[in-house]
Structure formats: structure tokens, C-alpha cells
């Protein structure tokens, strides 16, 4: 009804997360953390949301990264319960036991805490700051390998093999890569172009072939409300492209790791030129491992990651 103009528009995602917001303020264990917990999901992450839903919906990343912070801050919230202390209460004692004491989740506090700490709900705690630690990465033979089966067999869907080429030969993300519209690709008889930045770079067989089975037989487009899509990978919902998730999970579950696939593109790729001419042709933004070694070399691109 959305999609045909019979309902105004709405953000799916921002919705989600009102929605869930409300689902997940039952999960606090008293009164004082629900209400904490309310003022952050609201005036911190709904803001936040809001402010993007203004400028184009809201990505799938931002309303990841909202619940898992929200999530994170209520499991806080409850271990200091359990520990028989209130918030305005916490030590720094705390702060480090927390840390130490659990899982590697437990960093995505770290947004939660900065918020606390800045309207006056703790004392002037010191709260450690959130390393990305050491890159996933995967061998070149790996990564070849991947290659040829995502180009020579058709083990996978079309439209997860195309995706996964996207992935392992240009280092596109997954977020992007659902993003594109068939107006991002351009077949002729001799060549097919994907347009990826500024510039339309061809693409060579087998990958040529398989843009071309998709573009012919792209999926959920048979009903009326889908029909006229423009997305590259249309999804299930009306007017909505291929949920980012989905083609996660079928490429993992197919043997493919995304992020360290991505990683090891990236690693190859900046040994052939520097990364601000792959930025141009590819926009692609990240923090790669150099690949003359073990340490991390931040180099922040022209696009968004």
C-alpha cells in the first residue's frame, strides 16, 4: 500500500526499531533501568535514525548497530542490578570488571556509557575505548578458489553468485552491492558494464554471462507490486532490494566467509596501485590490513563503508 501511494511513506527500518524499542523495554529487570534504557533508545538512537531516515532510509548497518547497543546497554543495566548497584552508583571498579568478565560483546557498551557519562547518569568514569583488533582474512589460493566456483558452478542462485563476485573480485560490500539499481548496469551485445563509482568499468566472462542471466531472470519481480523495481537484487517486500542479511547467510552457508573475503580483495587489490585510485573506480571505503605486513593501516577513502 506504501509502495502504491495508498499509505504515506514511511522508513521500514526506522519503524522496526520503535517497534522493537518498545518489545525490548520489557527485558529490564526495574522501573529506574526501563526508563534509562527509554531515554537512550530514544533520544540517542531514534534521533540518530531519524536523522538519516531524512536524507534516504535507513541502512541495515545503523539499525544493526542500534539494537545491538541497545541490547548490550540493557544487559548492562541488569548485571549492575545483579551486583546490587545503581547507575549513578557505578565505579570504575565496575566499568573494569564488565569488561573483563564476559564476552567480547560486552565493548558495544562503550556508545551506552559515553552517553551516560555525558548526561550526568554516572560519575566521571574512564571507559575503554573499542579496538577492531586483527583482520579476517583468507589465503589467495582460498580466495581464487571461491572465485571459480561462484563463476563455473550453479550450486548457488544467480543472484547470490552475482553478488558474491561483486564481493571477491572488487571488495564491494555486501550493503552496497544490495543497493545497486539495474540502471548501475549496462549490457550491450559486446560488453557489460557495472557502474560502481564514476566510472563503468566492463566486465569480462564468465562474470558478463552471469549479469546477463540475471538481468534476464531477475527474482521477485512476477508479482504487480514489484514489477516495475529498478533495484539490481529485488527483494521480497514491496519496493524494497534483497534484504543484506539474506545474501550473508547464503554465502556463508555456500562456505564463503564475507568479511575476511572482502578483506583479502581489499589486501590484493592495493598491492596492484593505491587505494585512492580503487576508491574512484570502485568507491569503496575501510580500514584495510596493509599488505606488506601484520599491522593495520588506516586509510579513510571517498565513500562510505
Known sequence: MVEHSVLPPRDRLLTTYEQWLRDKLATTVDDDSRKIIERFGRWHHLRKLREHAETGPVGTGPFLRAKQSTTVAISFLNWLNERGTALNECS???IDAWYAGGRSTRQHAERFLYWARSNKLTPQLSIPRHTTGTYELVGEDERLHIIRALLLQDDLPAVHRVAGCLLTLYGQ?????VALTID???ATNSAVSVKLADTWVDRPDPISHLLREHLAKRPNTSTASNAALRWLFPGRMPGEHLDRQTVIDA?????IPTRAVRNSTWQQL?????PQVFSHRLAVSKQYPHPASNCHTKEHLVTGY
Do not use: F, K
Open 251 to 255: 554465502l556463508r552457508h555456500a562456505g
Open 270 to 274: 592495493v598491492r596492484q596501485a593505491p
Open 92 to 94: 570504575q571498579h565496575d
Open 184 to 186: 548501475d548496469v549496462r
Open 173 to 177: 560490500s555486501i550493503t552496497r552491492i
